[in-house]
Protein backbone atom coordinates (compact mmCIF):
# COMPACT_ATOMS: atom_id res chain seq x y z
CA UNK A 1 0.00 0.00 0.00
CA UNK A 2 1.07 3.40 -0.28
CA UNK A 3 0.05 6.61 1.53
CA UNK A 4 0.08 9.60 -0.44
CA UNK A 5 -0.25 12.91 2.35
CA UNK A 6 -1.08 16.74 0.36
CA UNK A 7 0.04 19.96 1.96
CA UNK A 8 0.34 23.26 0.88
CA UNK A 9 -3.43 24.36 0.22
CA UNK A 10 -5.23 27.63 1.56
CA UNK A 11 -6.69 31.11 0.92
CA UNK A 12 -4.94 33.15 -2.09
CA UNK A 13 -6.21 36.07 -3.85
CA UNK A 14 -6.51 36.14 -7.80
CA UNK A 15 -3.21 36.30 -9.68
CA UNK A 16 -1.39 35.13 -6.62
CA UNK A 17 0.59 31.72 -6.04
CA UNK A 18 0.34 28.51 -4.26
CA UNK A 19 2.42 25.23 -4.01
CA UNK A 20 1.17 22.49 -3.25
CA UNK A 21 3.47 19.21 -1.93
CA UNK A 22 2.60 15.68 -1.68
CA UNK A 23 4.62 12.97 -0.20
CA UNK A 24 4.31 9.11 -0.73
CA UNK A 25 4.96 6.83 1.88
CA UNK A 26 4.94 2.78 2.04
CA UNK A 27 5.52 0.59 -0.36
CA UNK A 28 6.05 2.77 -3.44
CA UNK A 29 8.37 0.94 -5.27
CA UNK A 30 9.71 3.12 -8.10
CA UNK A 31 9.31 4.13 -11.89
CA UNK A 32 5.58 5.40 -11.02
CA UNK A 33 3.61 8.53 -12.35
CA UNK A 34 2.63 11.10 -9.89
CA UNK A 35 0.11 13.65 -10.69
CA UNK A 36 -2.92 16.04 -9.24
CA UNK A 37 -6.87 16.12 -9.90
CA UNK A 38 -8.63 18.60 -8.62
CA UNK A 39 -12.44 19.17 -7.89
CA UNK A 40 -14.26 22.13 -7.71
CA UNK A 41 -17.90 22.68 -5.75
CA UNK A 42 -20.60 20.99 -7.86
CA UNK A 43 -18.29 19.88 -10.25
CA UNK A 44 -16.74 16.16 -11.38
CA UNK A 45 -12.95 15.62 -10.38
CA UNK A 46 -10.81 16.54 -13.32
CA UNK A 47 -7.12 15.74 -14.24
CA UNK A 48 -5.12 18.56 -13.09
CA UNK A 49 -1.53 17.97 -13.83
CA UNK A 50 0.91 14.57 -14.71
CA UNK A 51 4.54 13.71 -14.23
CA UNK A 52 6.14 10.85 -15.28
CA UNK A 53 9.15 9.15 -12.91
CA UNK A 54 12.18 10.86 -14.52
CA UNK A 55 10.62 14.00 -14.96
CA UNK A 56 11.25 14.28 -18.26
CA UNK A 57 7.37 13.82 -19.37
CA UNK A 58 5.03 16.11 -18.47
CA UNK A 59 1.27 16.61 -18.78
CA UNK A 60 -1.33 19.44 -18.06
CA UNK A 61 -4.84 20.04 -18.56
CA UNK A 62 -5.11 22.97 -21.07
CA UNK A 63 -6.91 25.10 -18.31
CA UNK A 64 -4.05 25.57 -16.17
CA UNK A 65 -1.15 24.75 -19.13
CA UNK A 66 1.09 28.12 -18.82
CA UNK A 67 0.35 28.91 -14.85
CA UNK A 68 0.85 25.46 -13.30
CA UNK A 69 4.45 23.47 -13.07
CA UNK A 70 4.73 20.29 -11.65
CA UNK A 71 7.62 18.95 -10.36
CA UNK A 72 8.92 16.04 -8.17
CA UNK A 73 12.24 14.92 -6.22
CA UNK A 74 12.11 11.21 -6.17
CA UNK A 75 14.55 10.93 -2.78
CA UNK A 76 11.88 12.70 -0.56
CA UNK A 77 9.36 10.49 -2.89
CA UNK A 78 7.76 14.14 -3.28
CA UNK A 79 5.82 15.75 -5.91
CA UNK A 80 5.12 19.41 -6.01
CA UNK A 81 2.47 21.61 -8.32
CA UNK A 82 3.32 25.27 -7.90
CA UNK A 83 0.74 27.13 -9.02
CA UNK A 84 0.71 30.70 -10.45
CA UNK A 85 -1.91 33.43 -12.05
CA UNK A 86 -4.49 31.61 -9.90
CA UNK A 87 -8.26 32.28 -11.00
CA UNK A 88 -11.29 32.67 -8.86
CA UNK A 89 -12.27 29.10 -10.99
CA UNK A 90 -9.13 27.07 -9.89
CA UNK A 91 -11.14 26.97 -6.15
CA UNK A 92 -11.01 23.19 -5.75
CA UNK A 93 -9.81 20.38 -3.82
CA UNK A 94 -6.74 19.03 -5.29
CA UNK A 95 -5.99 15.29 -4.59
CA UNK A 96 -2.50 13.98 -4.95
CA UNK A 97 -2.43 10.49 -7.08
CA UNK A 98 0.41 7.78 -7.66
CA UNK A 99 0.84 4.88 -9.38
CA UNK A 100 -1.02 3.93 -13.27
CA UNK A 101 -3.03 1.55 -14.08
CA UNK A 102 -3.13 1.92 -17.88
CA UNK A 103 -0.15 3.80 -20.15
CA UNK A 104 -2.36 6.83 -19.81
CA UNK A 105 -1.54 10.02 -17.10
CA UNK A 106 -4.67 11.10 -17.41
CA UNK A 107 -6.64 9.20 -15.71
CA UNK A 108 -6.79 5.90 -14.02
CA UNK A 109 -4.50 5.77 -11.04
CA UNK A 110 -4.15 3.44 -8.07
CA UNK A 111 -3.49 5.53 -5.39
CA UNK A 112 -4.94 9.16 -3.89
CA UNK A 113 -4.53 11.76 -1.25
CA UNK A 114 -7.23 12.66 0.86
CA UNK A 115 -7.14 16.41 -0.73
CA UNK A 116 -5.82 19.87 0.34
CA UNK A 117 -8.15 22.99 -0.43
CA UNK A 118 -7.23 25.46 -2.52
CA UNK A 119 -9.64 28.68 -2.91
CA UNK A 120 -9.06 31.90 -4.71
CA UNK A 121 -10.81 35.01 -3.94
CA UNK A 122 -11.89 37.61 -6.79
Known amino acids: QVQLVESGGGLVQAGGSLRLSCAAS????????MGWFRQAPEKEREFAAA????????YYADSVKGRFTISRDNAKNTVYLQMNSLKPEDTAVYYC???????????????WGQGTQVTVSS
Open 97 to 111: VSHRKSDSYYSNYSY
Open 26 to 33: GRTGSGYA
Open 51 to 58: ISWSGASR
